[in-house]
């Protein structure tokens, strides 16, 4: 470009013109020239130096940069108002936030501190006591099985012998399954205030589909007998109702037997003269809620008397605290009975 010429936007950038200053003092361009940076874009405006600066020598000129120079300091100065109290907003929003997360969080210490202070208000029955109870009760909701005589005989087949039928493959699906749902149990059950609610419900609801798939997969490695004993080891056909739900604690609970089965076997029980086996666990369980009905109910009392409190009412709006104290249930009932009850 010749030194004779200034372009239009090294007179609004470097001299610190405007549109509507051009306009005023200078009018139409000198000249026009290709732009050479963008060929599509529009000519690039000249202006003649020697006519620039007279235009800035003028008095009405001077007066005008005058102004633009107020109205520019101005409007920085309005800028740096405004950024100021756009920051003090939001620094008061923060300790605003700060002060309700430390609400929240020293609610939920107390909450904790309360549920932890309910105990259990009975001692637990030993194994052998569970048994007998069971046994019992059963033959009693049995009638036609003769009590007289028989002999109680408890045999735990483990869960190698249960899926050798199936093969050393169907077992190492089963295996590494459990690993994966052990993870996902021990990540959801920290008692801790995340709202993780939804992810757990799709979690959980993908394991137990591939639960179904794994037993399902071994009816065409064993036979007819055999197939039907897994499924109903592992309780097949309430796991495919459940598996679809939003029941976050039947899905556990299938998750937890799973778990439980291929680590631990299935236990029965076999009743001498009768073909009949029975899931001990299972039953064990209905008869620990039966046994302590009127304490465990009286254990929730206090536990949905706390939840319920004015004094969580901040920390109860911002997170689902029943959960807090539906595990704190569970909790006391594992242990308790931890051989039949799991969180």
Known sequence: MSAEFITKTDLKIIRGW??????????????????????????????????????????????????????????RKAAAIR?????????????????????????????????????????????????ALTCNTWLKENPNIEPLNSRIEVETISFPVLIRPFGVHQAKQFLALTERICDALDKYNIAEPVDNYY???????????????????????????????????????????????????????HLYNFVDLVGNGREIVHLQGSQSCVNLQQLIKKQIISIHSADLEEIQVKLNTIITSEDYRELAAEYDITKWAHRRYEELLTNAYPRFFKR
């Open 83 to 131: 950024k100021q109290r756009q920051e003090e907003r939001e620094q008061a929003a923060i300790e605003e936030e700060n002060k309700k997360r430390e609400l929240l969080e020293y609610q939920y210490q107390r909450l904790k501190n309360s549920l932890n202070e309910v105990l259990l208000p009975f001692q637990p029955l030993s194994y052998k006591e569970l048994v």
């Open 18 to 75: 405007t549109d509507a200053a051009i306009k005023k003092f200078l009018g139409d361009e000198d000249k026009n020239a290709r732009n050479l940076k963008y060929r599509n874009a529009s000519p690039v405006c000249l202006y003649l130096i020697d006519r620039v600066k007279q235009a800035e020598s003028s008095e009405e000129f001077q007066q005008w940069r005058q102004r633009s120079e107020k109205r520019r300091e101005s409007a």
């Open 199 to 253: 992810e757990q419900i799709t979690h959980y609801q993908q394991l137990c589909k591939e639960c179904y798939k794994v037993i399902t997969d071994c009816k065409a490695h064993g036979s007819k007998n055999e197939y039907k004993a897994l499924k109903k080891s592992f309780n097949l056909h309430n796991l495919s109702e459940v598996m679809g739900t939003r029941d976050v604690k039947g899905m556990s609970t």
